[in-house]
């Protein structure tokens, strides 16, 4: 047992997972049961997993429900049920089991396999096939739902008026030998007797949401006043551009395809040159094509938000599974000297705040801005509470009415940014450049132009007021000389860092977290600040290299003893991991 | 067509006081003449014109009008054009710039910009040479030319801008001459009301590296066949010419695109029920 869940029979949170080859249905079981779970009052998070193959491949729905918000999973799963066993050794990797897991699998479908039945792991053998054989129509993976509904205690109304809706198109009968199925599962749940009922959820009238990192980072976006966007397909960003093209029509907005992403950021720019907030999505290696026009928005002051939801790399790498190793392109990426800012959700309902805050941050700044989300953001639903309105609307400074014929584009201001003509505004005709210019735009190779044009855009950047969005400062509730240790990171292992803390908390080791929102600019004198006086700090990220420690480390000296903890995606960095560096290096 | 200039703006007004930094003599300058006349024709307020380059001597162009001008980066003028278009459908977009920049580097964009048929005018200053870099042959040089980087030519064969253009889709393709103020004008403003994607080949002399184009002015022939509507036809002549044939080449009559950006907007909240569970 989880030393952070309540030792009594129901647990705060469960992990399980459920695999299947392609078409078994295992990712609509696993959408079923979160969507029913969030109704009923839960939280939860699910991940999932598929083969190489495009279509028909095996696949796992990863899923952990909770009684409280869940940033990420866990490191190992309490339940896992398998429809059959293809390839299902693939996941093995992905979906360890607890010391007191169970595994269920289909006796006709032989034993489970070594890899998965860890030692100690319960295993029990249900006929999912022969049993859904029993019902015209009836589905395996429906059995699945059951057994989990019946293990765990979730309310049976509420899954099945999901099912309902979920199968609404299918017609009557798909909907009632669904339910009856369930109701086979559930039963079969009764006599295998369970250690893994759930706490009762706080509430069961919720209002709650179920919705992705691509998502949230879209509704971000479009609520902070995008009105375009430029679109090249890759993995894992696609949704972001997916999502967005109805919901901009709906707005009164557009999305474009672009024939690549040279395009894509190009079309981006052109549209906010005319005044239109603009986004475009991308992942890695269309990050890479993008950044000689990261430059020309730095240089001619045209805002845009790209988001890059970041993959495994270099070059194709692993296009379905997470890393952060795009830190270094994401904050250097470009000849010159080309400051932009760099944004990074902290979990996946932060996703929406950190887009939100890029258009806001872009515009106000009049800056190419990068939201630096990755696959297990971007790729993960949540149920969450419904985020709140956020006051970060794109705010461009733009000139109304230009009287005389002095208007400088480029104007030396106390913020240093200047306001914009936007074309169809009589007398504020200017040529925006990507060559170094004067302040009225014309191209100029004048010492004292370039330095002031490169100043310009430096301090702009330097002297706003980020408020205290730059990162999120927590601790874990226990004080005193046992709080010696700090976590630093930033992005998506925020929430393994969470879990790890509150973990620790219980074992009574105090540690303060310090996960980076705002990764470029570098707010120097902030972080110092935050860490004074820290003894211990332990960075964290999922790079091979440590770009993130190089980048602290290029900027700032830190306190205390420093500890660096960094592996490459796909296996991701996870809370048991963290607790045992923290309390192996208590021990030291 | 009537030619007489606007009551309201002369082709001067169209002009910048920023002076030009091509060659004197360079083709380019009766480019932009005869642009700023086209405007005048047109009408439309400088204001409301956006010029979009990307670069090459022939990118320059933005900076020399006094319309709103995107000097971008070599060879993405196109999708720069497209995404302002999209977004500011009120504005009257021109895409300008070389044969380096539109058909070498930007050769994909190019492709896409016909299929697209945004509303807009690409006017392309083929020089057949790079000369901002001073020399180097480009997509449309013929085989032999010699240079420095491809001593005694490159050997590959010319790049033919306007059969790819009508096979990729755009709605009105004409090829004109430089020296021909007169033509070029009015295939400008015929260019810029034809709805969708027009595609105008302006042949432009680079008399510094390419001085054997000063013969070009000889060479030049108006087309002797009226525009036709078929583009297998259209593309047929072209191939068989003997590339100095101008005018309006080809008028079609696709729907341009027509997914806008709107002047008012919904509240984003109708996009949240979705997530509600
Ligand atoms: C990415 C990139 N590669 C190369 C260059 C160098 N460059 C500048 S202009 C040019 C060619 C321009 O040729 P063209 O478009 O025909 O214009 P022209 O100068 O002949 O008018 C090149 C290769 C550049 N600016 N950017
Ligand atoms: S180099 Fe050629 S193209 Fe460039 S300005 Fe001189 S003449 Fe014109």
Redesign the interface.
Known sequence: MMPNEAPHSTRRSISFAIVGSGGAGALTAGAILMEAAGKAGWYGIMNRSVGAQIRGGEAAALVRLSTRPVDCMTGSFDILIAIDWHNANRFAAEMPLAPDGLVIGDPANGDVPETIAGPGVSQAYIPFKELAGSLAGGRENMIAVGLFVGLMGLPIETVTSVIADKLSEKGEQAIETGCRCVQIGVQQAAQLGSSFTLETPATSQTGRWLITGNEAVGLGAVRGGIRFAAAYPITPATEVLEWLAPALTKVGGTLVQAEDELASISMAIGASFGGRPSITATSGPGLALMVESLGLAAASEIPIVVVNVMRGGPSTGIPTKSEQSDLNIAVYGCHGDAPRIVVAPLSVADCLFAAQWAVHLAEAMQVPTIVLSDQSLGQAQVVVDPPTQLAFIARRAVVETVEDEGYQRYALTGSSVSPMALPGTTGGQYTADGLSHTVKGIPSSNNLDHQSQLDKRHNKIAGFDYGNHWASIEDNGVAGADADFTILTWGSLTGAAREAMATLADEGIGVTLVAMRLIAPLLKDKLVAALEGAQRILILEQTHSGQFRQYLRANCDLPGEVQHFHRAGPQLIGPAEICTRIRNWRAS | MNLAQSDTFKAADYR?G?SPIWCPGCGDFHVLLSFTKALAELGT????V???SGIGCSSRI??YT????????H??A???????????P??TVFVMSGDGDGFSIGG??F??ACR?NVDLTYVVMDNQVYGMTKGQPSPTTEPDWDSALSPGGTGLRPFHPLVIALASGANFVAREFSGDIKSTTRTIVEAVRHPGFSFVEILSPCVTFRPDEKAWKNQVHVAAVQATDDPARAARRIMTDDGFNTGVLYRGARKPYD??????????A???PE???
């Open positions: 910048s920023v307020a400088p204001e409301n956006a010029v979009i933005p900076a006094n319309c709103y001008g995107f000097h971008g980066v060879g993405r196109l999708p720069l054009g497209a995404g302002l278009k999209v977004a500011r009120d504005l994909n964009h492709l896409h697209r997914q806008h950006v709107k002047d008012s907007f919904a509240d984003p109708i996009l949240e997530f509600a569970i």
